[in-house]
Structure formats: C-alpha cells, structure tokens
C-alpha cells in the first residue's frame, strides 16, 4: 500500500474589498499613524504587541505580516510561538513585555470589562508616560489595522518582512 504524501492545500479566499485602493488617504493616515505609534518602542516588544492583539483578533494578514516582522527583528520563533499561551510560559519574557501584553489584551478585549487599574499600573511601572503612551497608541493602531483586514478578508501569505501594506 502507498501512501500520498502530496496533500493539495485549500485554495486561497478572496479579499472582499482592496480597501488601500478605494481609501488611499485612510490607509496613509494610518500608515503615518502605524508610525507615529512605533517611536521610542523596542522593535521585539512592538511586533509582540501587535502579534498578541492580532491573535485576539483572528487576524491572519497581520499574523502573518508581524510574526515575519518580528523574526526579521530578531525575535525568536519560540517566544511567537509562546505568545498565544504567554499566561502559562510567562519565564519566556521580561516583566516589561508582560505588562505590555497584559495591556495589550485588556485594551484589545474591551468588552470582557475596562482596563482594570491594576493592569494599567503594572504597564506604567514598566514605561515612563511617554512610552506608555506610544505603548498605548501602537495598541490601538494595531487593533484598528486587524479590523481593516479582518472586515476585508486581506489574504495572508503574502508579506514581504518590511514592507507595511
């Protein structure tokens, strides 16, 4: 008996609207904004941040746009592949990028409850105001990005590390 070990993949979906197309000053303001958002943040972390909310999301473009990112940063593959579990492999980053992604899904997960005060305390221990606020503002702008693509069905795959869009 032989086995068939040339399984086809499922077929790629297909976008439902080329947003950046019909909204060429939307999707710049929120290139400028996506960058505006990064300055004065570690690379790693904001590409963790923006991996964790995307999970939360369901956002495969982003996904796959930050996880490329970030290996392309220098993260490693295991602390991404942590990430979706960090509560139970929290030893695999600093207290910093704890509070970061503990903020990260408080403010992603509005509807669970607001961002409880301890929460924000913790991130404010780690980030002067500045800081937490670009934190603050990348999280929003990610979350805002995941939105975009989800609604529009963007099709993953395709990145290039480096290159937004």
């Given at each position: 008996?032989t086995?068939?070990h040339?399984?086809?993949?499922?077929p790629?979906?297909?976008?439902?609207l080329?947003?950046?197309?019909?909204?060429?000053?939307?999707y710049?303001?929120?290139?400028?904004l996506?960058?505006?958002?990064?300055?004065?943040?570690?690379?790693?972390?904001?590409?963790?941040?923006?991996?964790?909310?995307?999970?939360?999301n369901?956002?495969?473009?982003?996904l796959?746009?930050?996880?490329?990112d970030?290996?392309?940063a220098?993260?490693?593959v295991q602390?991404?592949v942590?990430?979706?579990a960090?509560?139970e492999?929290?030893?695999?980053?600093t207290?910093?990028?704890?509070?970061?992604?503990?903020?990260?899904e408080?403010i992603?997960?509005?509807?669970?409850?607001?961002?409880?005060?301890?929460?924000y305390?913790r991130?404010?221990?780690?980030?002067?105001?500045a800081?937490l606020?670009?934190l603050i503002?990348?999280?929003?702008?990610?979350?805002?990005w995941n939105?975009?693509?989800?609604?529009?069905?963007?099709?993953?795959g395709?990145y290039?590390?480096?290159?937004h869009?």
């Open positions: 008996m086995t068939d040339t399984a086809e993949y499922a790629e979906h297909t976008p439902r080329a947003w950046a197309q019909h909204a060429p000053e939307v710049q303001a929120m290139v400028r996506d960058g505006a958002a990064r300055k004065g943040l570690d690379a790693k972390l904001f590409e963790l941040v923006k991996i964790r909310a995307s999970q939360l369901h956002c495969a473009y982003c796959d746009m930050h996880t490329k970030a290996i392309a220098g993260e490693s602390r991404i942590q990430l979706s960090w509560e492999s929290k030893h695999f980053y207290e910093q990028e704890l509070a970061a992604i503990e903020l990260t408080a992603t997960v509005l509807t669970d409850r607001f961002v409880p005060d301890e929460v305390e991130a404010a221990k780690h980030f002067d105001e800081q606020t670009q503002a990348s999280i929003i702008v990610i979350n805002s939105r975009f693509a989800v609604t529009t069905r963007m099709v993953p395709h290039t590390p480096g290159r869009g």
